[in-house]
């Protein structure tokens, strides 16, 4: 373990967002990582309601320097959801004035949601490498439910955004899914993880975290036979 490693996993509607009306139902999952000694760190999935998010890093004492996204959805990076303006990048940048960070494959879906422009955006690839202080944090391309979806290796740990939940997978039937490219995922780019690796889901769907050794014998998504019959 990595003791200068800061990590917080919060909750929408119970750690952020307690006065929205839709935040709750969500179930999203927002990550703090970064630094305990240089008390710097970088949000991964910043939405719903960034001043409470920021608030809590600050209390604290960290410093936020960055925010990653997994994918482009509105309620992981901010945008329109429902009938309902969902606070994201957009806001962080006005709160912090930090660097935002995506997959270069959801740039431009990015764009569309939040308003931002490209040159708002730093764009990453699968293998790149961000520091934090010490902590280093790996990008890991999963494709599937957005051309762009990203993991984050961390100290043991996948922050998986919805690429891989406790229960299913995310979907790959809205714009830019692609269901064989997910399957490539789950049986192919995730056969490189070893089965200690703890995944810290991006919604709050069959629990909080689970190694993912336990997630290869119950998660049906791990089910050749499932795959073939969801995925194509």
């Known amino acids: 373990m990595n003791e200068r490693l800061y990590f917080r996993q919060l909750l929408a509607g119970r750690d952020f967002g307690r006065n929205h009306p839709v935040c709750g139902q969500m179930a999203n999952f927002v990550y703090l990582v970064g ?44 945008g329109s959801m429902m009938g309902f303006h969902v606070e994201g990048f957009t806001r962080l940048l006005e709160r912090c004035s930090c660097p935002l960070h995506v997959h270069r494959a959801d740039a431009e879906f990015v764009q569309k949601v939040t308003g931002l422009a490209q040159s708002e955006l730093t764009l990453r690839d ?47 039937d809205l714009p830019g899914g692609d269901p064989a490219e997910m399957r490539r995922t789950l049986s192919q780019r995730f056969s490189t993880l070893p089965d200690d690796t703890v995944i810290y889901p991006g919604h709050n769907y069959g629990g909080p975290k689970a190694p993912l050794s336990a997630l290869r014998k119950t998660n049906p998504v791990f089910d050749p036979r499932w795959a073939a019959q969801m995925l194509g």
Request: glycine share 14%; net charge negative; aromatic share 6%.
């Open 35 to 78: 630094d305990k000694v240089t008390r710097e760190c970088v949000i991964i999935d910043p939405a719903w309601a960034v001043d409470d998010i920021v608030d809590v890093a600050e209390a604290d004492q960290m410093k936020v320097v960055g925010a990653f996204g997994t994918h482009y959805h509105p309620d992981h990076v901010g």
């Open 126 to 172: 699968g293998g790149d490498k961000v520091a934090t202080g010490s902590v280093e944090i790996e990008w890991m391309h999963t494709p599937g439910h957005t051309p762009g979806s990203c993991c984050f290796r961390v100290n043991g740990a996948l922050v998986a955004g919805d690429t891989l939940f406790l229960q299913g997978c995310g979907r790959t």
